[in-house]
């Protein structure tokens, strides 16, 4: 599939919210999904379109000169596993390094919870290069660990 990466853009959410709704073994939390929504907006966006459609997107949250997150990504089902999460986070960790951001960090469920869909979130963060630094379930619930994963842009 030919795509390409448009961004950092904001005031993205009315794109990127059909892929959130796309993929309910993530997003399936509506208070959870509609906060995404709300955040959109005012964060760097960076969407990957094919055909003028919007087929994935990642938006990033700076939280220090040093330091960012990925706040939310998304790939719709029928363009998984075809480099377009690889190719947005390329775009936004050079986006990054370019404002002299040092680390770069993910929130994701943690391992002990078994959940498929979250294992392989996992592994494709672990392949671009992150590592887990802690799972804590202060953060979300007992029933919902988040593992804070992190990479080192510089």
Known sequence: ?????????????????????????????????????????????????????????LSVKQHYPESAEIYVMGVRPEARLGGIGRALMQEAEAYLKSRGVEYLQ????????????????????????????????QIWDEHNPCLILVKRLT
């Open 106 to 137: 993910v929130k994701t469920l943690g391992p002990t919870n078994p959940d498929p869909a979250y294992a392989q979130t996992r592994a494709f963060y672990l392949a671009l290069g992150f590592r887990p630094l802690e799972e804590f379930k």
């Open 1 to 57: 599939m030919k795509f390409a990466i448009e961004g950092p853009l904001l005031g993205q959410s009315n794109l990127c919210e059909p892929t959130l709704r796309l993929l309910p073994a993530w997003f399936g939390i509506e208070a959870a999904t509609l906060s995404y929504e709300k955040e959109i907006d005012s964060l760097p966006t960076f969407l990957a379109k094919s055909g003028g459609q919007v087929i994935g997107f």
